[in-house]
Structures are given as C-alpha cells and as structure tokens.
C-alpha cells in the first residue's frame, strides 16, 4: 500500500457564517433572481409580428359576444359590428388601451398574510397550482380510480396545503351532488379545508353570485374579501373567437369586488385552431386579449391573468393533448408572446400528462412540461397531479409534481461565476491526486445543495434492505400522512361552516328547482 505523502491539513478558517439554507417555495423568493434564465422558441421579430397579426384579428374580424350588457358598453367604448350576428370588431386603440391600463402587479390572498402571493414574484420565478376540472379521482391508498367526490375533495385540499411548491388550489369537478350545482359543493369543500389561495371555477350562469357568497364567508365577509381575495375566477373563450354569456358575466360578478380573472383560451390546434404551434397561439392571444377589453371596460383596474391552455388534437384518434410535443411548443410560444409582447402575468399548464397512469410515460411528459413553461417565464404552472389530459387526479402524482417543481425552480438559479464561485484561489494551489472535501469553500457551500423529499439518493443495498420502495412508494406515504394530520372540520369556524351550508343548500333550491323545474324558491 502506497503511504499517504500529502502535505498536512490545513487549518479550517471560515471568513462569514454558513448562511442558513431555506428552501425557495410559491411563498419564500429566492435568493436570486431566476427571470434572467430564460428559454424560448420565439425571437423578437416573431413576437412583434404575432402582436400585430394579434391585434388585426380582432379589429379585422373580432369575436362573438351574446351578453347583452356587455355588448352595449363595448359599443359605446368604441367597438364596431362584425360581419355576423354577434360579432364585435375591438379597435387596435381599445385593446391598445386595455393592455397598458392592466394591473402589473397584485395579490392572490391566503387566509393567513403568510400564505399571499404576489404576481409577478419577486424573484421572477413561478407559482404552482393543482390541476382542475378533475373528474376521476385516483385512491392514493390503493391507487383504484373512482369518480371525484367531496371526500376527494377534502384530501386533495390536504395534500395541496402540505406541499411546499404549490401555491393555491383548483376545485375539481364532483360527483354525488346535483350535476348543475357541483361547482358550489365542490368550491365550498375547497375553500373550507385549506388556508391557501383558491381558484374558482363557475359551471352555470346561476352559480356565480353562490360562489361568491360562499367566498366572502370564507373571507371574513365581503369588505374582507375585496382587500385580500382569497379566490380568483377564471373566465374562458368558446373557441374559435366565441364567449358565452356565463363567462361574461363571471368578468362583471367577480370584478364588481375586484377579484383577480384568469382569462383562459383553450384552443384545439386541428380542431378550433389551425394545426400549427403559430396558429394554435395566435387564437389564444386573441381570445385572452379580447377577455382583457372586456374587463377594461366592464370593470377596469381588476387583474387579468392571460391564461392560454394549449391542447392540440391526435388526428388518429380525436383525442385533446397537453403534453404532446406539439403542445408544449405552443405553450412555450405563447408565454413568451403574452408575457414579452404584451406584459401580461401568464399561466399555463406547468405540468400534467395524457397518460391515465401515474407512471413513466407520466413522469417524462410532466418533467419536459415543468421545465420548458418555467423556462419560458411563466408565472403560474398549472395541472399539478393532473392525468389523462386533466381529467384526473392523483394526490400521489401531486406529491411526485411538487419534487420536480422543486428541482426545477433550483435549476433555474443562475450559476454565479467569480473568483470566489470558482474557488479560484485554491484551484490554483490544489495539489496532485489532491480534493476539496475540506475546503473552506467546499463546507461554506455544502448545505445549500438541493435535497430531495420523495427521491431516491439510495445505493443498491438499501434499495433492496428496502424492500425496493420507489419514490412512488414514499410519495404515497407522505399523501397519506398529510390526508391523516388534516383537521376533519377544516380551516374555518362553525359559524362560517353553517353559513356556507346554507348558501350551498340555497343553490340547490334555487339552481335544481327553480331554473330547471320552474319553482319559485327565494335566493337568499
């Protein structure tokens, strides 16, 4: 055996404290700035031409709008009649105009000020929120698929308020309620089992005005709920260039207490987009713009998110995807041309998969999906434990979501290169066959490496003492565990609890009864 001839250890000196390692979240900026490390397929001359090409459209041709109020003050606002019945032209000024008047910046509130978020965040980074509009729910006890019910509701609420790099939370879809009032159970279950920002999705005219009332209980009451929205609706276009009346007067309810909008375009490329990444933006980029004018108009100063989700069809079979190559270019695409072009905050999926399964096929599409749309500058990332095209969700899949979160906002911090990064000194006096395990900069850095919470960093021999559990495994014991801590009655007092009781039975009276049986029942 070789005897050791190094030079003797030096003495250990370190010149500043090791700095105390935090975890950047959706609630804790980084360190660093991440809105330098930055990806895109778009240069500034396409985007230039996408905004022009944008704003044509809707002067050129416009969009359909049904809802009578609304057509009336976009007329007197400047719009002109389309071609067709229904269709509005948006001069370039009006939309102009709606662009640079649209809030920069603004909060999505928690229950606790701790739990705010703002957008854009202070680092540039992104925020991440479970999927929505879930109808299938997959048992992270047995993994056996079931339809979505308020029980799912309860511990999808759990597992989201448990999970460091998600935000706020989507209600899903219920089933074992009235059809035509789930979104006021399903809401009201939400809102009531979590401390963190909710988004709310209307599925009727009718239901709008409830889930706004069950909102401002959970907020404390009305005034409450205008200084620090604990929930934000979204709003979406009846592709091509079409809205619905529900989803108008969802930007007049919602932004009567000024209530953040997610203005949402989702866009079939093939079915009601072209078949092309350019084709598939450009429709979202003017569905989203047209759902800004309207809200300058009918409420301005409330904030707008530009939310395109992009679908593209498989010709071979009809299906919608979001995680096909195709889509995640455009959704790339369209981030840079909502957030470069125009200076909107932008969500879009962030994660989810076609696959019904949490599995391989799964974990590659959602990994490529996280980390091209964060790259790109997206503010919010959406579909967190999403499956098959966003109509499941799993809780063990979201716990697998919030790891490659994690990893990905890490990854996005921006090397710093200096002498004192580079270890300069000591490079320059390492001896041969020498290290730099006890280098001053090796302990002063140590820490601050990215840990794992579900991983594996195992060799061989534990993975198999192990019984070879994956990360699935431990991804399902920590959905389970946070399901298990949950409080049973949720976040909110008896009070709150039996107000939101009777709104939700006031729905159902009114909704069930009196618009689709013809009774007479009182909205309260």
């Known amino acids: 055996m070789e005897t050791n001839t190094a030079a003797p250890r030096r003495t250990r000196r370190r010149t500043a404290p ?115 509009g879930a109808h299938g729910y997959v048992d992270p006890r047995d993994t056996r698929y079931r339809n979505l019910d308020l029980k799912a509701v309860r511990e999808m609420a759990a597992v989201a308020s448990g999970l460091n790099q998600i935000g706020f939370i989507a209600h899903p879809f219920v089933h074992g309620v009235p059809e035509v009032t789930a979104d006021v159970h399903s809401f009201a279950e939400m809102v009531s089992h979590t401390d963190k920002h909710c988004w709310m999705q209307p599925y009727g005219k009718e239901n709008i005005e409830f889930l706004l009332k069950v909102a401002a209980v959970a907020a404390g009451g009305e005034a409450a709920l205008k200084a620090h929205p604990i929930t934000s609706v979204i709003t979406c276009s009846f592709s091509p260039l079409e809205f619905k009346y529900m989803d108008t007067e969802v930007i007049l309810q919602a932004g009567a207490l000024g209530l953040p909008l997610h203005a949402c375009s989702l866009p079939s490329a093939g079915g009601t987009a072209p078949l092309s990444s350019a084709g598939l933006v450009l429709m979202a980029a003017a569905e989203i713009l047209s759902m800004l004018t309207v809200t300058h108009v009918l409420a301005p100063g409330t904030p707008v998110i530009a939310v395109p989700l992009m679908f593209t069809l498989d010709m071979r079979t009809g299906s919608a995807l979001q995680s096909c190559p195709e889509s995640i270019q455009a959704a790339s695409m369209a981030v840079q041309l909502m957030k470069q072009g125009f200076g909107l905050p932008t969500h879009t999926y962030g994660s989810g998969s076609d696959t019904p399964d949490a599995d391989h096929q799964s974990m590659a599409e959602r990994a490529l999906i996280t980390q091209t749309v964060a790259l790109s500058g997206a503010d919010i990332l959406g579909g967190v434990g999403q499956l098959e095209c966003a109509t499941v969700f799993s809780p063990v899949q979201a716990v697998l979501d919030d790891e490659v979160g994690a990893m990905v906002r890490r990854f996005m911090q921006p090397a710093e290169i200096s002498a004192e990064a580079l270890n300069w000194e000591e490079m320059l006096k390492v001896r041969a066959g020498g290290h730099f395990l006890d280098s001053t900069h090796t302990l002063a850095l140590c820490r601050d490496q990215h840990q794992p919470g579900v991983f594996l960093r195992q060799g061989r021999d534990d993975y ?29 007092s008896e009070d709150q609890r039996r107000e939101i009781a009777d709104i939700v039975a006031a729905a159902d009276r009114f909704i069930v009864d009196a618009v689709h049986h013809g009774a007479g029942t009182q909205v309260i």
């Open 18 to 132: 090791v700095p105390e390692i935090t975890t950047p979240d959706a609630f804790r900026a980084s360190p660093v700035s991440l809105a330098q490390t930055r990806f895109g397929f778009l240069s500034g001359d396409q985007i230039s031409d996408l905004r022009r090409r944008s704003l044509d459209l809707l002067a050129d041709y416009g969009v359909v709008i049904i809802h009578p109020r609304a057509r009336a003050a976009l007329l007197a606002a400047g719009a002109t009649p389309g071609r067709d019945a229904d269709r509005l032209r948006f001069p370039r000024a009006l939309v102009e105009e709606a662009i640079a008047e649209a809030p920069r910046d603004f909060a999505l509130a928690g229950k606790r000020r701790a739990l705010d978020l703002t957008i854009p965040r202070a680092d540039g980074g992104f925020i991440m929120r479970t999927g929505t």
């Open 464 to 492: 198999e003492k192990s019984g070879r559990r994956t990360a699935f495994d431990a991804a399902r014991d920590k959905a389970l565990s946070l399901i298990a801590a949950a409080p049973e009655q949720g976040v909110l």
